[in-house]
């Protein structure tokens, strides 16, 4: 990879980080675990970026976090945030946008390879996320799947829904961009 060409997915990946931030903007507090849109736009970072600029994207948004700046739900920040009820959730992102990332790398621009891919990932956040409040709160894995799960999943779907027109038109975008610039 050339650096122009890096130079643009350092710049995707970095618009796709602020724009997780800003999704963590729109927080409806529910209980220890709020609803975001923040999630939508990790989805994307696996299905326009792949597995390795997904990663760096998602590194650099709770990096950002970690060291203060207001970018978790609500508009907080610090490692508090990540040590906290929605820490699970949080990390579980890093391995989620990998995996979506590795599973459309592997078929190409197939709508339910896409799908595929986002339940995968949304899994492997509940997975983190249920997990982690679990083991913070003490509460049963009923009571947690009740509160850290079942109320987001018919959220989530939706999000799986936008997510891939959205992918479907800025795919060839960030590709044409790409293709411009190892051509230079």
């Given at each position: 990879?050339?650096?122009?060409?890096?130079?643009?997915?350092?710049?995707?990946?970095?618009?796709?980080?602020?724009?997780?931030?800003?999704?963590?903007?729109?927080?409806?507090?529910?209980?220890?675990?709020?609803?975001?849109?923040?999630?939508?736009?990790?989805?994307?970072?696996?299905l326009l970026?792949?597995?390795?600029?997904?990663?760096?994207?998602?590194?650099?948004?709770?990096?950002?976090?970690?060291l203060g700046?207001?970018?978790?739900?609500?508009?907080?920040?610090?490692?508090?945030?990540?040590?906290?009820?929605?820490?699970?959730?949080?990390?579980?992102?890093?391995?989620?946008?990998?995996?979506?990332?590795?599973?459309?790398?592997?078929?190409?621009?197939?709508?339910?390879?896409?799908?595929?891919?986002?339940?995968?990932?949304?899994?492997?956040?509940?997975?983190?996320?249920?997990?982690?409040?679990?083991?913070?709160?003490?509460?049963?894995?009923?009571?947690?799947?009740?509160?850290?799960?079942?109320?987001?999943?018919?959220?989530?779907?939706?999000?799986?829904?936008?997510?891939?027109?959205?992918?479907?038109?800025?795919?060839?975008?960030?590709?044409?961009?790409?293709?411009?610039?190892?051509?230079?």
């Amino acid at each position: 990879m050339d650096s122009s060409t890096q130079l643009r997915m350092m710049v995707y990946a970095s618009l796709l980080a602020a724009l997780t931030a800003a999704g963590a903007y729109l927080a409806i507090p529910i209980g220890p675990v709020p609803i975001v849109l923040q999630n939508l736009f990790i989805l994307l970072a696996g299905l326009l970026l792949g597995s390795r600029w997904g990663l760096a994207s998602v590194g650099v948004y709770l990096l950002a976090g970690a060291l203060g700046l207001p970018v978790f739900a609500g508009g907080l920040g610090g490692i508090g945030r990540l040590v906290g009820p929605t820490g699970g959730y949080l990390v579980g992102y890093l391995p989620a946008v990998f995996v979506i990332g590795r599973i459309t790398e592997k078929a190409k621009e197939r709508v339910y390879v896409d799908v595929i891919a986002m339940i995968c990932g949304t899994a492997i956040v509940y997975v983190f996320g249920v997990t982690w409040l679990q083991q913070l709160t003490g509460m049963t894995l009923s009571k947690t799947l009740a509160v850290g799960m079942y109320p987001f999943l018919i959220g989530d779907a939706l999000k799986i829904a936008v997510a891939v027109p959205i992918a479907k038109a800025l795919r060839p975008v960030v590709r044409n961009q790409l293709t411009v610039s190892s051509r230079q």
